[in-house]
């Protein structure tokens, strides 16, 4: 008797369950909506899926957002429209500069040729101080091409062979570390051992006794300050 109920339950349990996929399959047949509601597990696993991939969205989106703050904002100094009007695009204007290493943004910038020139290896082969530059976090007093023009002719000849004052000068223009504007005031340490003065705020700065033309500048691992004079350690 047992073994018969139990296969009277077996059949009654099939016949059940056929009945009851005949009734989805009607249901399924009528509208493509009351498909998706007969099956709302489905549904689930696409919402999961949907939710990294919102998340994945939404970084890019926050990267964008940093990317685009205006590496202009915190500019100083009186010649920074003019800069701005003579390079306004390209890897040599404010916002390109923003997007490299210090010794690459000042190659690409039209008034700092000279400089670039002293720390690559073209004034004097012997120094070469790009890597170095690049490699680390700095605040550069940069000297524009017309700062160099003050330079006695005879100066600029003893610098193409005496390999140990170029460094010694160039060096000084570098301090470890940046200085954003508002700080800037007050003096610095520098790579060459001696010290630079910042006096002044706002447009107003001096550094011994160059005027700031533009400071602030933003490169990848360094804060420029454009300079109107090439300073001489002390």
């Given amino acids: 008797m047992q073994t018969f109920k139990r ?3 077996t059949v009654a349990g099939v016949a059940a369950a056929a009945l009851l996929s005949l009734t989805a399959c009607g249901g399924s047949g009528s509208t493509s909506g009351s498909s998706a509601s007969s099956a709302p597990m489905a549904s689930s696993p696409s919402s999961s899926m949907a939710s990294p991939s919102s998340s994945a969205m939404a970084s890019p989106s926050a990267s964008s957002t940093a990317a685009s703050m205006d590496p202009a904002a915190n500019l100083v100094g009186p010649g920074c429209a003019a800069y701005a009007k003579q ?3 390209g890897a040599g204007s404010v916002e390109g500069m923003a997007l490299d290493p210090v010794a690459v943004a000042a190659s690409n910038n039209p008034i700092l040729t000279t400089l670039t020139a002293a720390v690559s290896g073209k004034l004097n082969p012997k120094v070469d101080l790009v890597d170095t530059l690049n490699g680390g976090e700095f605040t550069v007093f940069a000297p524009v091409d017309d700062a160099f023009k003050k330079i006695d002719a005879a100066t600029i000849d003893t610098l193409k062979t005496d390999d ?6 160039l060096t000084y223009h570098v301090v470890p570390g940046q200085i954003t504007p508002d700080k800037i005031a007050g003096t610095h340490a520098t790579v060459e051992g001696g010290s630079v003065t910042v006096t002044g705020s706002g447009d107003n700065l001096k550094v011994d006794n160059a005027n700031v033309i533009c400071g602030g500048v933003k490169t990848k691992n360094a804060t420029v300050y454009l300079v ?3 300073l001489m350690p002390k």
């Fill in 7 to 9: 296969t009277t339950f």
């Fill in 87 to 89: 390079v306004p695009t």
């Fill in 164 to 169: 140990a004052l170029l460094s010694k000068i």
């Fill in 228 to 230: 109107d004079s090439v």
